[in-house]
């Protein structure tokens, strides 16, 4: 049986919105696996129909095969890291973390070493006498991830815990939770609205859309072969031509995408390839971005389709590309 079984869960809260519209998902044992989509499309909701801080309104939990659903938050083999880390202010980092195991009348002894090797392996060892006042958010962020793990879960569930966090700190911590999952093995439930987050620390990912699961996956099935038009425009640039413009350009009708990074950018006399799709059109804007460089071209046959060039070298802003300059973009055909 995998950790995590939901079977046609849905959430209504006062019998009107529907938060959670029929969610089937399986996640297996030791998986770090992702809950992917905008604000407000549910994620939250099922993440605490799994803890049991919500009731379904229909549907079915499992833990390990078995049906938890009518148990209460403390019988599940589960722990929750909110993202604003719920720590008790007056409390020292050891108090906080072996809160938990105290109330559950762990020997002293026990709770002790317990709570030192969590600390350890969130690398937090000579922070136990602090307050969560005399840390930063990184560390803080730690404590909170220290006292779940002490608990030993089969499965932990994670809301959004790098989203107080800027982006260097982030991309810290992101490596550093891998590396934690990856040495206690467990299963680790991940809910973000940041897609390169879920891309690059993910085994699967679920991408949600207004209550539902529109894809499952793993992060290049879902941003390589996204299911739908809305995976496609969420995870990763939206780059979707329909209608008249993907007629055009690739001489069929309905939704076309390509991704960014796999177009050409070429002079207008240079023929694309026997391989390759191409479509003319006119640098709209040039947006530089450090390392690479985006170019949004509006397409002689309607429709807009962004490119990224590397910034191999600092000659890399050639003539080709300023607003204005006519261009053809060429990509390999899907095989
Ligand atoms: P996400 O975590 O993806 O941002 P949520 O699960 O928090 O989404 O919310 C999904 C939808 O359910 C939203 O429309 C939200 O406003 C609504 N919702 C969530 N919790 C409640 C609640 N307790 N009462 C009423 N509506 C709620
Ligand atoms: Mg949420």
Redesign the pocket.
């Known amino acids: 049986a995998g950790a995590v079984r939901l079977e046609g869960l849905a959430k209504s809260?006062?019998g009107r919105?529907r938060?959670v519209d029929g969610v089937d998902l399986e996640i297996g044992e030791g998986e770090f696996f992702a809950m992917l989509?905008p604000?407000?499309?549910?994620?939250?909701?099922?993440l605490r129909m799994i803890a049991g801080f919500e009731r379904p309104t229909a549907g079915r939990v499992l833990l390990g095969g078995v049906d938890v659903t009518a148990l209460p938050p403390f019988d599940r083999d589960v722990n929750t890291v909110f993202q604003d880390y719920a720590l008790f202010p007056h409390m020292t980092i050891e108090q906080n973390v072996g809160y938990g195991l105290m109330v559950r009348r762990v020997p002293k002894a026990e709770r002790a070493e317990r709570v030192r090797a969590a600390l350890a392996m969130v690398r937090l060892e000579g922070f136990e006498r602090r307050r969560p006042a005399q840390l930063s958010g990184g560390q803080r962020q730690r404590v909170a991830l220290a006292r779940a793990l002490v608990n030993r879960p089969k499965v932990l569930l994670l809301d959004e815990p790098l989203g107080a966090l800027d982006l260097k700190l982030r991309h810290e911590m992101q490596a550093e939770l891998k590396r934690i999952q990856r040495e206690v093995g467990i299963t680790f439930v991940f809910?973000t609205h940041d897609q390169d987050e879920a891309l690059t620390m993910s085994d699967r990912v679920a991408v949600?859309n207004a209550?539902r699961i529109e894809q499952v996956g793993s992060p290049a099935e879902v941003y390589e072969h996204p299911a739908t038009a809305f995976v496609a425009g969420f995870v990763g640039t939206s780059n979707l031509l329909d209608g008249a413009a993907a007629e055009q350009v690739v001489g069929e009708t309905g939704l076309f995408s390509v991704r960014p990074e796999k177009i050409r950018i070429a002079h207008p006399d240079d023929p694309a390839g026997p391989d390759e799709l191409s479509a003319t059109g006119r640098v709209a804007e040039v947006v530089y971005a450090g390392g690479h460089t985006r170019f949004l071209v509006d397409l002689e046959a309607g429709g807009r389709l962004t490119a990224v060039r590397q910034n191999l070298d600092e000659g890399s802003a050639d003539v080709l590309r300023h607003r204005g300059t006519d261009v053809v973009l060429a990509w390999q055909r899907k095989h």
């Open positions: 809260f006062d919105v938060a989509g604000s407000g499309s549910g994620k939250t909701t099922v809910v949600f209550g």
